[in-house]
């Protein structure tokens, strides 16, 4: 089990940092780019939570991770769509 919370320190951890990346390259990127990237980095985060939560018999961890991903999955399909129209 302690294994498993440093998997998922260091998953928190890398999600933050790709976020603060993203956030300084924002400028230089389309919305719809900006959209499918943070709707990528929401699934990312949802997963996570999601087995966490499975692991560790956390049904509101499980439940979340679940709502995060859905989020993710709506936003990068909206970067999609944004894509499209772009053109």
């Known amino acids: 089990r302690v294994r498993y919370d440093a998997t998922l320190a260091d998953w928190?951890?890398?999600c933050k940092m790709v976020?603060?990346?993203?956030?300084?390259?924002e400028k230089q990127m389309k919305p719809s780019t900006k959209d499918q990237i943070k709707g990528e980095l929401?699934?990312?985060k949802g997963?996570?939570?999601e087995k966490a939560?499975?692991?560790?018999?956390?049904p509101k961890l499980t439940a979340?991770?679940?709502d995060?991903?859905?989020?993710g999955k709506v936003q990068k399909k909206a970067g999609q769509v944004e894509k499209v129209i772009e053109k």
Do not use: M, P
Request: net charge negative; aromatic share 4%.
């Open 19 to 25: 976020s603060e990346i993203v956030e300084r390259k």
């Open 47 to 49: 997963k996570v939570k």
């Open 68 to 71: 995060e991903n859905l989020l």
């Open 64 to 66: 979340e991770g679940q």
């Open 53 to 58: 939560g499975k692991i560790t018999d956390n």
């Open 42 to 44: 929401h699934e990312l």
């Open 12 to 14: 928190t951890f890398t």
